[in-house]
């Protein structure tokens, strides 16, 4: 079946250090993928997508993701981490039929002074 | 009004009430969807609607709902829930249901059932 697995449920790290957080994925075909950020009290907002082509892919905010399809794998980085980036993160892959969208369970970011 | 909006953002309700939630979407999208969101839970499709016309009830019990007039509005009609039910409900839409198609989220409505 597929799914998609966060490892981490929880990360903090200091303001202006680097960040990656991790997603994996099982899914027969070649997935479309996501990352998805969540403030508190707040809807879900893109923040990357990879459908194909280069496997790096650049996002909003200083964010980007690189699809490995060896490693079944979509995890998210960021050079330096702002305050204003806490938040939770959400990993989820695309079917090609029918809109669903399967997430992981999300990762929790904070961000020490 | 830009994205997908919701309303109300915040509502409680006894478990003999009944109410519904509103999402609205001003993207010119064809489909909508409801999820549930738990505490410490992935995100549960309950819904998927295109063209107005439901494609995917994802096993969900009958005292939710859904209800799509046109492919603009989505409407979930609450009745009898139970405590459990307490959740953000989210609603989102995409411009069609390919895979590809990236799904846009309005803010949620928190729901607690007393």
């Known amino acids: 079946a597929q799914s998609v697995t966060q490892p981490d449920i929880h990360i903090t790290v200091s303001e202006g250090a680097s960040l990656e957080l991790r997603c994996n994925y099982s899914y027969g075909a070649t997935p479309y993928l996501f990352w998805y950020v969540q403030s508190p009290g707040q809807g879900l907002q893109l923040l990357l997508k990879?459908?194909?082509?280069?496997?790096l892919v650049q996002g909003i905010k200083g964010f980007e993701a690189e699809f490995k399809r060896s490693q079944s794998s979509f995890n998210l980085r960021k050079p330096s981490v702002h305050w204003s980036d806490a938040a939770e993160y959400f990993c989820?892959?695309?079917?090609?039929?029918?809109?669903?969208?399967?997430f992981g369970q999300g990762t929790e970011l904070s961000v020490k002074p | 009004e830009t994205g997908v909006t919701q309303t109300p953002r915040h509502l409680v309700m006894g478990m003999t009430n009944k109410k519904s939630l509103k999402c609205e979407q001003h993207l010119g999208h064809n489909a909508m969807y409801w999820y549930k969101q738990s505490a410490k839970k992935p995100l549960e499709l309950m819904f998927v609607y295109s063209l107005e016309e439901r494609v995917e009830n994802n096993s969900v019990p009958s005292r939710f709902s859904p209800e799509c007039p046109n492919s603009s509005h989505l409407f979930l009609h609450l009745h009898t829930l139970q405590p459990e039910d307490s959740a953000l409900y989210l609603c989102a839409s995409s411009p069609g249901l390919a895979g590809r198609g990236t799904q846009y989220f309005g803010p949620g409505t928190r729901l607690l059932v007393l």
């Open positions: 989820a892959v695309g079917y090609n039929q029918g809109g669903k969208l399967i």
């Open positions: 990879y459908f194909s082509g280069d496997t």
